[in-house]
T-cell receptor, first 112, second 114 residues
């Protein structure tokens, strides 16, 4: 069982570059979300989706875009990378809003 | 607004000691869910437990136990007879329907030494 798959695992970007972090789940979960993890700050919600075609902002959405065209995929786009976006990014999916989240392995992003 | 506070940034214990990780939450919703996740040094996030706001029963799973007290808005996690493999960062999290999102605490780094 693949669960939640994130790619890439590591990425270095130059300031101003754009990129897409991929996230796919094979559990037919409706609810998907993106978090960033920074030292001493826990995990903070960037964007989330309650189903295909529906997305909403989380706690720290600035500089990021998402879309949800299928149930399986929930990519996160960095429009113009900044050093402040250096972080570890986690994608998660849940069967319903109240159930436990399954997380991907994370993407360590460095913006120089 | 919802908030989760894990006041203990780092805890160090010697193997076989018992250790309690504190979690205090804030929400105005009457229906909510509390979670604990473990993040070992390898970096993945592992689900440990979920508890809803209507179920105040304590939970025991092997060496792990959880104490949910609505009166003090706390959901504490105790590891009995800790082992080196318990070394990890532990996150407490809160989900409310009103907020429609999972809010994490800042985590507690647990180090278990021989």
């Amino acid at each position: 069982n693949a669960g939640v798959t994130q790619t890439p695992k590591f990425q270095v970007l130059k300031t101003g570059q754009s990129m897409t972090l991929q996230c796919a789940q094979d559990m037919n979960h409706e609810y998907m979300s993106w978090y960033r993890q920074d030292p001493g700050m826990g995990l903070r919600l960037i964007h989330y989706s309650v189903g295909a075609g529906i997305t909403d902002q989380g706690e720290v959405p600035n500089g990021y875009n998402v879309s949800r065209s299928t149930t399986e995929d929930f990519p996160l786009r960095l429009l113009s990378a900044a050093p402040s976006q250096t972080s570890v990014y986690f994608c998660a999916s849940t069967k319903s809003r109240y159930t436990e989240a399954f997380f991907g392995q994370g993407t360590r992003l460095t913006v120089v | 607004a919802q908030k989760v506070t894990q006041a203990q940034t780092e805890i160090s214990v010697v193997e076989k000691e018992d250790v309690t990780l504190d979690c205090v939450y804030e929400t105005r919703d009457t229906t909510y869910y509390l979670f604990w996740y473990k993040q070992p040094p390898s970096g993945e996030l592992v689900f440990l437990i979920r508890r809803n706001s209507f179920d105040e029963q304590n939970e025991i799973s092997g060496r792990y136990s959880w104490n949910f007290q609505k009166s003090t808005s706390s959901f504490n996690f105790t590891i009995t007879a800790s082992q080196v493999v318990d070394s990890a960062v532990y996150f407490c999290a809160l989900f409310t329907g009103g907020g429609n999102k999972l809010t994490f605490g800042t985590g507690t780094q647990l180090k278990v030494e021989l």
